[in-house]
């Protein structure tokens, strides 16, 4: 069965700051990932979406995540943290046509 | 595309009383997904439908709830009687039927029983 971890509800970074969102995933097959961001008062957005076909994805907004099988991880980054990142941000998996299953997601908050 | 549409984007009402929410879903997605999200428990998963039809509801959290889709345009969750912990946000979201498609969320319902 799949199942989506995130390592940290809530990460604090300085603008100009690297962002590091962290999602480690397990799954007996191999898994559909995504992130998705939420503003406030806002339904989930799409930021990136990984389907094998190539390790490193990138994203909207200037993030990517690379997908580390060894490490079964999904981590989301980004070079220089914006005061508009500022949101939340939800990993989630599936496999085969079923339902994605959401990691409980991390409140990125950016400091100027 | 006009997204994923939800109705009300609030409600408030008080205990006992049915509340029903709606959804349309984007034109030509075959699947159709109902989430609750609070602060607790995150986002959960309550029912899903491909073509119109309920294929799993075990994250309905009671019989208080129910789930329709009478079409591929119109989804409706219906809670009847409603309590005060079911305050909470919920999610309409649909997604073309295959695999590792992207799913796509509407604003939400913010629900709030008093």
């Known amino acids: 069965a799949q199942s989506v971890t995130q390592l940290g509800s809530h990460v604090s970074v300085s603008e100009g700051a690297l962002v590091l969102l962290r999602c480690n995933y397990s799954?007996?097959?191999?898994?559909?990932l995504f992130w998705y961001v939420q503003y406030p008062n806002q339904g989930l957005q799409l930021l990136l979406k990984?389907?094998?076909?190539?390790?490193l994805v990138k994203g909207i907004n200037g993030f990517e995540a690379e997908f580390k099988k060894s490490e079964t991880s999904f981590h989301l980054t980004k070079p220089s943290a914006h005061m508009s990142d500022a949101a939340e941000y939800f990993c989630?998996?599936?496999?085969?046509?079923?339902?994605?299953?959401f990691g409980k997601g991390t409140r990125l908050s950016v400091i100027a | 595309d006009a997204g994923v549409i939800q109705s009300p984007r609030h409600e408030v009402t008080e205990m006992g009383q049915e509340v029903t929410l709606r959804c349309k879903p984007i034109?030509?997605?075959?699947?159709l997904f109902w989430y609750r999200q609070t602060m607790m428990r995150g986002l959960e998963l309550l029912i899903y439908?491909?073509?119109?039809?309920?294929?799993?509801d075990s994250g309905m959290p009671e019989d208080r709830f129910s789930a329709k889709m009478p079409n591929a345009s119109f989804s409706t969750l219906k809670i009847q009687p409603s309590e005060p912990r079911d305050s909470a946000v919920y999610f309409c979201?649909?997604?073309?039927?295959?695999?590792?498609?992207?799913?796509?969320f509407g604003s939400g319902t913010q629900l709030s029983v008093l």
């Open positions: 439908f491909n073509n119109n039809v309920p294929i799993d």
């Open positions: 990984y389907t094998s076909a190539a390790t």
């Open positions: 034109s030509g997605h075959n699947s």
């Open positions: 799954s007996s097959v191999p898994p559909y």
């Open positions: 979201a649909s997604r073309s039927q295959g695999v590792g498609e992207k799913l796509f």
């Open positions: 989630a998996g599936g496999a085969g046509n079923t339902p994605l299953v």
